[in-house]
């Protein structure tokens, strides 16, 4: 009996084996949890494409937006353990929901193994071209004179754009009052017309402001400058040392997909990370392309993440409904 036994694992084993190194034999699928059209899910389509490349299959982009990426998150995390449905994981489905909702329907510590970091997509400060600065330090000291009288617009609280905003505000010790808009384009009209004095923003949507000289760019918020905003000092440049804060985007899988499937499938992001019109598609949303990194890396990477946004979160003591998951 002992040796029939055998025989069965051993035959079990050599199947799993054969089936992982034949993985993948079909279409893989990356859900985006993002509308089609937006710099994420130009990322996505970039990214599917060149896997696909890499992989020998093709990747198709399923777009699945809403519940502030949980409905796509929560549907992956149920999905088959077998390689063959990723994420386009992200600072707010791994990171940032956790912290703001008291209720979710995934645990990403639990529920997933993020097998890398693509990209940060660093944030800029921009102010209008009524108030007097030229530069952070001048708005700093513009804010501390005109102290009660600033607001400042976001898209609404919880937001990275906000809680960026209130990280700044705390490192250089100025007021402003939040104004939340219901989307970017109203929050920019908000800033435009004066009615607020600073927002922290998407770089890639300030960006045409910035060019045609409505906004003024004061600083961005990543641990370097930008390509398409070389002249634009870092807020660590800026009189913040350290000061980082950055959405980031990456892949993930089912916690419980196999070793070999998560190595092969991590080994050709490392190739795609690393392929220089991949990079420069990056470049052109104003995206900061990652170096691979190991498990261990990876890992430091999202916990500094989750111990930098949780400490503004509870500072403020930030929460969120959840809703449509």
Same mark, same amino acid.
């Given at each position: 009996?002992?040796?029939?036994?055998?025989? %069965?694992?051993?035959?079990?084993?050599?199947?799993?084996?054969?089936?992982?190194?034949?993985?993948?034999?079909?279409?893989?699928?990356?859900?985006?949890?993002?509308?089609?059209?937006?710099?994420?899910? %130009?990322?996505?389509?970039?990214?599917?494409?060149?896997?696909?490349?890499?992989? @020998?299959?093709?990747?198709?982009?399923? !777009?699945?937006?809403?519940?502030?990426?949980?409905?796509?998150?929560?549907?992956?995390?149920?999905?088959?353990?077998?390689?063959?449905?990723?994420?386009?994981?992200?600072?707010?489905?791994?990171?940032?929901?956790?912290?703001?909702?008291?209720?979710?329907?995934?645990?990403?510590?639990?529920?997933?193994?993020?097998?890398?970091?693509?990209?940060?997509?660093?944030?800029?400060?921009?102010?209008?071209?009524?108030?007097?600065?030229? !530069?952070?330090?001048?708005?700093?000291?513009?804010?501390?004179? !005109?102290?009660?009288?600033?607001?400042?617009?976001?898209?609404?609280?919880?937001?990275?754009?906000?809680?960026?905003?209130?990280?700044?505000?705390?490192?250089?010790?100025?007021?402003?009052?939040?104004?939340?808009?219901?989307?970017?384009?109203?929050?920019?009209?908000?800033?435009?017309? !004066?009615?607020?004095?600073?927002?922290?923003?998407?770089?890639?949507?300030?960006?045409?402001? %910035?060019?045609?000289?409505?906004?003024?760019?004061?600083?961005?918020?990543?641990? +370097?400058?930008?390509?398409?905003?070389?002249?634009?000092?870092?807020?660590?440049?800026?009189?913040?040392?350290?000061?980082?804060?950055?959405?980031?985007? @990456?892949?993930?899988?089912?916690?419980?997909?196999?070793?070999?499937?998560?190595?092969?499938?991590?080994?050709?992001?490392a190739k795609v990370m690393a392929v220089p019109a991949?990079?420069?598609?990056?470049?052109?949303?104003?995206?900061?392309?990652?170096?691979?990194? @190991? +498990?261990?890396?990876?890992?430091?990477?999202?916990?500094?993440?989750?111990a930098s946004w949780g400490k503004v979160i509870r500072?403020?003591? %930030?929460?969120?409904?959840?809703?449509?998951?």
């Open positions: 009996m002992k040796q029939l036994l055998g025989a %069965i694992a051993l035959s079990l084993a050599c199947t799993a084996g054969l089936a992982h190194a034949d993985y993948p034999d079909r279409p893989l699928k990356l859900v985006v949890p993002y509308t089609p059209g937006g710099s994420a899910d %130009i990322l996505g389509r970039a990214l599917a494409a060149e896997l696909g490349k890499e992989v @020998g299959q093709q990747v198709v982009v399923e !777009n699945k937006p809403g519940a502030n990426t949980m409905i796509a998150a929560s549907a992956v995390a149920r999905a088959p353990a077998d390689g063959y449905t990723l994420l386009l994981g992200s600072s707010a489905s791994m990171v940032l929901n956790p912290l703001l909702y008291k209720k979710m329907s995934y645990v990403p510590q639990k529920d997933y193994r993020v097998l890398a970091v693509v990209a940060e997509a660093p944030l800029v400060v921009v102010s209008n071209d009524k108030v007097a600065a030229q !530069n952070l330090k001048d708005f700093t000291a513009y804010a501390k004179a !005109n102290a009660g009288r600033l607001n400042y617009s976001s898209v609404g609280l919880g937001n990275p754009l906000q809680l960026a905003t209130e990280m700044l505000k705390g490192e250089l010790q100025f007021e402003a009052t939040h104004v939340p808009y219901n989307g970017s384009a109203p929050a920019l009209a908000a800033l435009l017309a !004066n009615d607020t004095q600073l927002m922290v923003d998407v770089a890639a949507t300030s960006l045409p402001h %910035i060019r045609a000289g409505k906004l003024r760019a004061l600083a961005v918020t990543g641990s +370097e400058r930008l390509k398409s905003l070389p002249e634009v000092p870092t807020v660590a440049e800026s009189g913040a040392p350290g000061f980082h804060a950055a959405t980031w985007f @990456g892949v993930a899988v089912p916690a419980a997909t196999p070793a070999p499937v998560a190595q092969r499938l991590q080994a050709a992001l991949f990079r420069s598609q990056l470049e052109a949303q104003s995206l900061l392309a990652q170096p691979p990194r @190991g +498990e261990a890396e990876l890992d430091k990477y999202i916990e500094r993440d989750r500072a403020h003591n %930030i929460t969120l409904e959840a809703s449509g998951t």
